[in-house]
């Protein structure tokens, strides 16, 4: 009799266990879906609003940021340069009643209309402190030189624990080591990697 009791206590526990796991399976791809969308976009949103700051960026100095230093001195501290013209260029019968205005017009201040927070711009979302990879550069595109930019960090940074290739088994398009970015070093394009 003993024995019976010793074994349905095990039986027991062996089919708490069984749920748990059973429990556990289901769980875990929900929440990890759930997780890597929210992450996913809180990154994706981060992108969009960098690649507003590189567009100011280039409306005041003509290329793109290669530093996070550069990028915020920039915005911060210079212009844009607002050339106004009166009277109609096209026009060859009143060339003599065109004249130009040059202002200038604070970058901060387009800065703050598109709601750029300059000081945590690098940041990337649930990355702990880790700062988004920049460059900038130039390269002759067909025939013609061209400014190009890329600003990206690799999935592993802000998936956290979720950031482990065993992941895999549920989304078989997830690489945590695939980078999400905007940009790209050899084409000019602004277009993000998520955007296709």
């Known amino acids: 009799m003993k024995k019976r009791v010793i074994f349905n206590l095990l039986l027991v526990i062996l089919i708490f266990f069984l749920f748990y796991v ?7 791809p929900i ?6 969308e929210k992450r996913e976009l809180a990154v994706i949103n981060k992108l969009i609003e ?24 920039v915005l911060r501290h210079d212009s844009f ?3 106004q013209v009166f009277g109609d260029p ?7 009643e065109v004249y130009y205005d040059t202002i200038y017009k604070p970058a901060y201040d387009s800065v703050l209309k598109v709601g750029i927070n300059l000081d945590s711009l690098e940041y990337v979302p649930y990355g702990g402190g880790a ?9 002759t595109y067909q025939s013609t030189l061209v400014n190009v930019v890329e600003v990206g960090v690799k999935r592993k940074v802000f998936m956290g624990p979720w950031g482990d290739p065993r992941f895999k ?3 078989d398009s997830y690489d945590p080591e695939s980078v999400i970015k905007f940009g790209d070093l050899n084409r000019p ?4 990697n998520w955007e296709r």
């Open 50 to 73: 960098i690649r507003k700051a590189q567009e100011l960026f280039r409306g005041v100095k003509g290329g793109f940021a290669p530093t996070w230093d550069s990028l915020k001195k």
């Open 31 to 36: 929440k990890f879906k759930a997780e890597k």
């Open 90 to 96: 096209d026009d060859p019968t009143k060339q003599d």
């Open 81 to 83: 340069m607002i050339v």
């Open 131 to 139: 700062k988004f990879d920049i460059k900038a550069d130039t390269l």
């Open 22 to 28: 059973l429990y556990q399976s289901i769980r875990e």
């Open 169 to 171: 088994r549920y989304d």
């Open 189 to 192: 394009t602004l277009a993000g």
